[in-house]
């Protein structure tokens, strides 16, 4: 995949760190990874891409609608891949992990945040 945006990184390390019980750390595959508890997020592969775990059906979604590419290595899991490119993939990041934090807030029965 390609180099990446500059500074993609620490923008959405930034971001994700920000928000209550998020913690982040090595991934096992390289790149840092983002967790709520046990629960991980997402990771990130440099400033280069991003991929966030989701059900099935929402990963279908964010294909269908061109959000989001089937994950490089496992293509048929819930995960998805997003190229980081330009100022909006690195919004778009942090958007979906967002989204990825406030449905693991909502299945551990705590209130999703603003």
Not at 21 to 34: D, K, N, Q, T, W
Not at 56 to 78: D, F, T, Y
């Amino acid at each position: 995949m390609a180099t990446g945006w500059p500074g993609a990184s620490e923008e959405i390390q930034g971001a994700a760190r920000s928000w209550p019980g998020v913690s982040a750390g090595p991934h096992r595959f390289g790149g840092i990874e983002f967790r709520l508890g046990k629960r991980e997020l997402g990771h990130l592969h440099g400033n280069a891409w991003a991929d966030i775990p989701f059900r099935k059906a929402i990963r279908n979604a964010l294909i269908e609608a061109g959000e989001a590419q089937p994950h490089h290595v496992l293509p048929e899991s819930g995960w998805v891949t997003l190229p980081i490119r330009s100022a909006a993939d690195v919004s778009k990041v942090i958007d979906l992990l967002r989204r990825s934090y406030d449905l693991a807030r909502a299945r551990r029965g705590q209130p999703v945040s603003d």
